[in-house]
């Protein structure tokens, strides 16, 4: 009972996580790097290291987060849909081939996004 109390816990802060990442606007009149820093230091990351990290090394660091593949996708949503101002489409890219190769299905909206950012 502890355990699932526990792990509920840990997904629900993933997901407030998410949430405020989701929120991010990046507009001309203002650079929002310090306030998603802000939000990654929730996932234990830094935009810095996040731009510089490998693919394999995203994935174990969002595991090690207990990140769901849902979970993961919305995470790569963001850094797909940020691209321009965070250059993170490759991580983005690897995170979404991973969900391609590892969820146990395929996902027909994964394989779009693929598509679309691998060009």
Do not use: C, W
């Amino acid at each position: 009972m502890l355990r699932n109390s526990l792990s509920s816990e840990e997904e629900q802060r993933v997901n407030n996580t998410l949430q405020r990442l989701e929120k991010i606007a990046f507009t001309p009149d203002m650079d929002a790097t310090a306030v998603l820093d802000d939000v990654l230091k929730n996932l234990g990351l830094k935009l810095e290291f996040l731009q510089d990290m490998e693919g394999k090394l995203l994935v174990t660091q969002l595991e090690a987060l207990h990140f769901n593949y849902e979970q993961m996708e919305r995470f790569a949503d963001f850094l797909a849909l940020h691209q321009q101002n965070i250059h993170t489409l490759d991580k983005a890219v690897f995170l979404y081939e991973h969900l391609q190769e590892n969820s146990g299905s395929f996902s027909l909206g994964i394989f779009n996004k693929l598509k679309n950012y691998s060009k």
